[in-house]
């Protein structure tokens, strides 16, 4: 028997894809923490800024800055707005500096960056760019967790189910179907709960909204239904089946958020 035909081989190659795109997901959100580091005044300061706050109260903004000398300024505003940027100083707590972004409602953003100062100088952080962070509700583990867990398992399963679709001499309606049950529990029962804990919506996809995550998770499911209906009577669907496989993993090439619940400021 060839590896190919292996199916220890093909449920390694299926968790290898899907480890792979949960590394993806996870670095190219637009949630994802701005990193990195500057040198001003003969010190090396080191970042890390968050682009999300989930639960009540402030934004903390912490960077460590070890030199007693350099202060920093919090300077934002909301977003997308032109509004004036308000300047706060931030706070001396041992090695760090220690600011906050004022509490917004769900969905409501604020875009924001530091100015160092040391020696009469100033340097802008990050250098080029603002940072963009979003407010959202607290989701309680006992839903956000079993939502992540199934989604995962959903890309899995349907990674799987493309590789056994490959094969010609393969059905893989079993697994179609599992793929489909575990997509339906994560994506479109236990997404919208998500998403009305976090923005006060159930669905902002078609044809309510643009939300990427909520409209690729719907194509992924009707794929997987026109999948599972062209197999009734027994008849082999594997090219539908390697279709809706390739919709659902290129789903996951899509960042996580993208184009989703924002406040417009008035």
Do not use: C
Not at 92 to 112: F, I, S
């Amino acid at each position: 028997m060839s590896l190919l035909k292996s199916n220890t081989f093909r449920w390694v190659l299926a968790v290898l894809i899907t480890l792979g795109l949960a590394e993806y997901q996870r670095i190219t959100g637009p949630t994802h923490p701005v990193r990195g580091e500057v040198e001003f005044e003969n010190v090396t300061v080191h970042y890390k800024l968050a682009r999300s706050q989930g639960g009540e109260g402030d934004q903390p903004v912490i960077v460590d800055v070890p030199d007693t000398s350099m202060h920093a300024l919090l300077v934002y505003r909301h977003y997308p707005t032109r509004a004036e940027w308000t300047k706060s100083p931030m706070v001396r707590k041992g090695n760090q500096l220690v600011g906050n972004l004022p509490h917004q409602p769900p969905a409501g953003k604020v875009e924001y960056y530091l100015i160092l100062e040391k020696n009469n100088r100033q340097h802008k952080l990050p250098e080029d760019v603002s940072v963009v962070t979003r407010f959202k509700g607290a989701v309680p583990a006992f839903i956000l967790v079993p939502h992540i867990f199934f989604m995962f398992l959903a890309l899995l399963l349907a990674t799987r189910t493309g590789i056994e679709a490959l094969d010609k001499n393969s059905n893989p309606r079993k697994l179609a179907w599992w793929t489909l049950g575990v997509l339906t529990i994560g994506g479109m029962i236990l997404g919208p709960i998500v998403q009305k804990y976090a923005f006060g919506a159930l669905w902002t996809g078609v044809p309510f909204g643009w939300d990427l995550t909520d409209n690729k998770t719907l194509i992924a499911f009707l794929g997987w239904v026109v999948a599972l209906w062209a197999t009734r009577g027994g008849r082999k669907a594997n090219i539908l089946m390697l279709g809706a496989s390739l919709v659902t993993v290129s789903g996951f090439l899509i960042p996580h958020s993208g184009m989703g619940s924002e406040l417009i400021y008035e």
